[in-house]
């Protein structure tokens, strides 16, 4: 069986060597088994790409681990890296992971396990983590939220961290093309056989994290305006709702004017009435605009990722291919 190794990296020369001797540790244990490891450089800027090309240049003694490398032309992101990892991979079965080593290779064993008893989708939940607690409880409410809104359940805590076989990585390469991805939502929405298995996520053995609030905030919002249309029922529901209640104040007003001893004292309801009627118009325009906004992006069809070169070596061999 051969496993392709699905791995982003940006900007990672620091963690690079220790997450490649634990690669090489992983496959010793997996005897009889091929290993296809796809390093996909997400327009990393410092010397990540230069230690990426010396692995790929290395021949394996023991003809068991291939190497491709695809290098971005910009950075495109995380999602991108997975897609084109998953494009490019050859193997029987597929995993993303990270190359901070908090997705422990490790637990590669147990996933091909898992597959080898059946299962196409591994996903893998993360049970605890060492660093970043704040993380991890907004991870949970994340969840919760699109849990609530979305048609689907997907697993608390579940993360890029994933095995998927070859026939369901054939229907990510010609469906779920778009341009604003939640990848492991798509892998859990899939159907086929699955389960799920826990790890804990070590704190990062070197180097700094490069996830930020406001990447993750996108994430959030890309993965709820992708799987839930309930923000624009919500939108309509509190519409009607402030329509009903603009007829009772227009009603009271009206009979007070025609049938009251005194005229309303209007300052205080004009200005609480706009006031609310104006936040409740922007809240309705910010859901219309990023439901439009990814449409857009979508019919625009630009391109999921720019390859800038591409390098592939196999095992036991001197002799690389380079595409650019």
């Known amino acids: 069986m051969k496993v392709s190794l699905i791995v982003s990296v940006f900007n990672e020369e620091d963690v690079l060597p220790l997450f490649w001797n634990e690669v090489q540790q992983t496959a010793a244990s997996m005897q009889g088994t091929l290993l296809e490891v796809i390093w996909v450089n997400d327009g990393s800027t410092d010397e990540s790409e230069a230690f990426i090309q010396s692995i790929v240049e290395t021949t394996d003694e023991h003809g068991q681990i291939s190497h491709q490398s695809i290098e971005f032309s910009r950075n495109f ?5 997975m897609i084109a990892g998953i494009d490019h991979a050859t193997g029987d079965v597929m995993v993303c992971l990270d190359s901070d080593l908090q997705h422990p290779p490790s637990c590669v064993p147990d996933m091909i396990q898992a597959f080898q008893d059946g299962n196409d989708i591994v996903t893998m939940i993360r049970e605890s983590r060492a660093d970043k607690r704040s993380a ?21 805590n579940a993360s890029d961290f994933f095995l998927i076989s070859a026939r369901v990585a054939n229907i990510l390469r010609t469906n779920f093309r778009e341009r604003n991805r939640f990848l492991r939502g798509y892998v859990q929405t899939l159907g086929f056989d699955k389960t ?23 994430l959030a919002t890309i993965a709820i305006f992708s799987f839930s249309r309930k923000p624009l029922y919500l939108a309509m529901a509190m519409s009607m709702l402030f329509f009903v209640a603009t007829l009772g104040i227009a009603g009271y007003s009206l009979w007070i004017y025609f049938f009251g001893e005194t005229p309303p004292e209007g300052y205080t309801t004009i200005v609480v009435f706009l006031s609310l009627s104006f936040t409740l118009l922007f809240f309705v325009l910010g859901v219309l605009s990023m439901y439009i906004g990814r449409g857009i992006e979508e019919i625009q069809e630009r391109p999921i990722y720019l390859i800038k070169t591409r390098k592939t070596s196999q095992p036991n061999s001197s002799q690389n291919t380079t595409q650019t």
């Open 77 to 81: 992101g995380h999602e991108a890296a």
């Open 136 to 156: 991890q409880r907004a991870s949970a409410w994340f969840y919760r939220l699109l849990n609530g809104l979305s048609d689907f359940t997907f697993e608390q």
């Open 196 to 218: 799920a298995l826990s790890y804990h996520a070590a704190a990062r053995a070197a180097g700094e994290s490069k996830y930020r609030w406001s990447g993750l905030f996108n």
